[in-house]
Nanobody, 124 residues
Framework: QVQLVESGGGLVQAGGSLRLSCAAS????????MGWFRQAPGKEREFVAA????????DYVDSIKGRFTISRDNAKNTAYLQMNSLKLEDTAVYYC?????????????????WGQGTQVTVSS
């Protein structure tokens, strides 16, 4: 069992930056690939970024490439999502998730544990 707690969301102006953190309980954090998803009002939850167990492999949705960076610190049991050059369309609730796979999958169904989410609001 893994419990995930996101933090770092908030209100930011367009063009600004935020760093989301996802703290995981337990001593097996490095056994899970990690992913970030987001859900805007009235829309489906969508894949944003994923990172492999070791951190050596990452994947991103095209809309955030070059602006967001996923990383992890296995010693701290924490995953991060650095978000730069934020746009209005990045407004959503952001969720972190843990997958028992080695590489970070893009499909929601491949994730086993989810956090409660953190709100990111980008204003003009």
């Amino acid at each position: 069992q893994v419990q995930l707690v996101e933090s770092g969301g908030g209100l930011v102006q367009a063009g600004g930056s935020l760093r989301l953190s996802c703290a995981a309980s337990g001593r097996t954090f490095s056994s899970y690939a990690m992913g970030w998803f987001r859900q805007a009002p009235g829309k489906e939850r969508e894949f944003v970024a994923a990172i492999s167990r070791s951190g050596g492999s990452t994947d991103y949705v095209d809309s955030i490439k070059g602006r967001f960076t996923i990383s992890r610190d296995n010693a701290k049991n924490t995953a991060y999502l650095q978000m730069n050059s934020l746009k209005l369309e990045d407004t959503a609730v952001y969720y972190c998730a843990a997958s028992k796979t080695i590489l970070g999958p893009t499909l929601r169904q491949k994730y086993d544990y989810w956090g409660q989410g953190t709100q990111v609001t980008v204003s003009s």
